[in-house]
């Protein structure tokens, strides 16, 4: 009856203690798990780098073609109004002056605001760190 204990001891034993060739493929099978998942995961990132590089250069394409679009109606809106101008009895000098006025106010507002938009940006971190802060009364 020694016989059979001896064995399910050993049984027990060979359980728990991992076998060095059992430990090792099981090292080589993580690793290599790790290996394609690492592979597949930079393979993904290159796949989105190139949509989103592709998608970019759709985006800055249309971004083009509107401009164009942009153009081409204000230029036609311009041509009806003098056309309209002429037609109510203007002459081409005072429609075609009256127009590059308006033109001109609306650049000039198109700039008053640019102005008015860089000046209300803080920086406020930068001017601290140089000094230029206006807040500051110890200077």
């Given at each position: 009856m020694?016989?059979?204990?001896?064995?399910?001891?050993?049984?027990?034993?060979?359980?728990?203690?991992?076998?060095s060739?059992?430990?090792?493929?099981?090292?080589a099978?993580?690793?290599?798990?790790?290996?394609?998942?690492?592979t597949?995961?930079?393979?993904?990132i290159?796949?989105?780098?190139?949509?989103?590089?592709?998608?970019?250069?759709?985006?800055?394409?249309?971004?083009v073609?509107?401009?164009?679009?942009?153009?081409?109606?204000?230029?036609?809106?311009?041509a009806?109004?003098?056309?309209w101008?002429?037609?109510?009895?203007?002459?081409?000098?005072?429609?075609?002056?009256?127009?590059?006025?308006?033109?001109?106010?609306?650049?000039?507002?198109?700039?008053?605001?640019?102005?008015?938009?860089i000046?209300?940006?803080?920086?406020?971190?930068?001017?601290?760190?140089?000094?230029?802060?206006?807040?500051d009364?110890?200077?």
């Amino acid at each position: 009856m020694q016989q059979p204990e001896s064995t399910s001891v050993q049984a027990a034993d060979s359980a728990t203690k991992p076998k060095s060739g059992s430990l090792r493929d099981a090292l080589a099978d993580v690793l290599e798990s790790s290996r394609r998942q690492i592979t597949e995961l930079l393979e993904l990132i290159t796949l989105e780098a190139r949509y989103s590089g592709l998608m970019l250069g759709v985006v800055l394409a249309m971004a083009v073609m509107a401009v164009l679009a942009v153009f081409s109606m204000w230029g036609l809106f311009l041509a009806a109004t003098v056309l309209w101008l002429l037609a109510s009895g203007w002459s081409l000098i005072a429609s075609l002056v009256t127009l590059a006025a308006a033109n001109g106010m609306i650049l000039g507002l198109a700039v008053w605001l640019m102005h008015r938009a860089i000046v209300r940006i803080g920086f406020a971190g930068t001017r601290h760190v140089l000094g230029l802060d206006e807040s500051d009364v110890s200077k």
